[in-house]
């Protein structure tokens, strides 16, 4: 779920911009998103984030990423489709006669929200429940490059996809709409829409629904722009933990699970901080993430 701090303090601004200058890159504290904190303050917006939006909405270079990606998907699912013993999730010889599911993310895996991320720069705002709602609800985020066709030769295949959210409960309507009028194909026998709260046990970690969906069919492929797509125990551990984890399960990235990419927000700039108290301001945020940076000399 996006946020978005606006470029409202000076000092941070000054600071932010000159760093762009140097060739540094940094990432703001991680503001309110699906299973995230409180909102951040709209003073840590930074200028890096701007580029982050402006990547995301224009560079062809992050078209094509996800274009080769989805294709690289429709690979691995036309050779699990040949294989019955192909799982993603590592089930075994018994869910060979299950009927085969992706299980994917929605927001910045299928869905563009930048539009929103804009808004709120645009209009010098924070993430804040009220806007992200208004816009879910308006039902405007469009597909991303290569997310349609994926989904389509999926369904064409006869393979269920399953799309597993941490959007809230009662936005499901509106997430159905969204992704009907886009083109995505949902089924109406079947509640392809697994979203966070719809069952009391469904929270930001999305391991109950992938159990859900790997007990009646055969999940042969992950997709998702960040680690708690695939694993669980990622989305407050500090960056040395989720690398391990992610090594772990490194014959899985590119085979089946595929990660595109979201510079905006994520469970990755939790790890940043992971265990430290919060800053006393921006500035000391900043510093923080400042002080992550790799640098020469």
Not at 185 to 194: F, N, T
Not at 254 to 263: A, C, D, H, K, M
Request: glycine content about 6%; aromatic content about 8%; hydrophobic content about 45%.
């Amino acid at each position: 779920m996006p946020s978005i701090r606006p470029l409202r303090w000076a000092p941070v601004l000054v600071v932010a911009v000159a760093c762009a200058a140097a060739g540094c890159r940094s990432a703001a504290p991680p503001a309110a998103r699906a299973g995230g904190g409180a909102p951040a303050p709209a003073s840590e917006r930074t200028y890096e984030e701007l580029r982050a939006l402006l990547w995301f909405q224009t560079a062809e270079e992050h078209r094509q990423i996800r274009i080769a990606t989805f294709r690289a998907a429709e690979r691995a699912l036309a050779a699990a489709l040949a294989d019955p013993t192909w799982s993603a999730v590592g089930q075994g010889p018994e869910a060979a006669s299950l009927p085969p599911a992706v299980i994917t993310d929605v927001d910045e895996t299928l869905l563009d929200n930048s539009d929103f991320e804009g808004g709120m720069l645009r209009a010098g705002k924070a993430f804040n429940d009220a806007d992200w709602s208004a816009w879910v609800e308006a039902r405007r985020a469009r597909a991303l490059p290569g997310a349609l066709e994926f989904a389509r030769f999926a369904a064409a295949h006869g393979v269920t996809l399953f799309y597993v959210t941490n959007r809230d409960e009662p936005y499901e309507p509106a997430t159905r709409d969204n992704l009907a009028r886009e083109g995505f194909p949902l089924r109406d026998d079947v509640d392809v829409i697994l979203l966070r709260g719809e069952r009391p046990e469904w929270v930001s970690d999305k391991e109950s629904r992938r159990r859900l969906v790997a007990a009646s069919y055969r999940v042969v492929l992950q997709l998702g722009d960040d680690l708690n797509d695939f694993v669980s125990g990622v989305d407050r551990a500090p960056v040395a933990a989720r690398r391990a984890i992610a090594d772990a399960h490194a014959e899985l990235f590119g085979s089946r699970w595929f990660v595109l990419p979201n510079p905006l927000y994520g469970s990755w700039q939790r790890a940043l901080t992971a265990g430290q108290s919060a800053p006393a301001d921006a500035a000391e945020a900043l510093r923080r993430e400042l002080d992550r940076v790799r640098a020469f000399p």
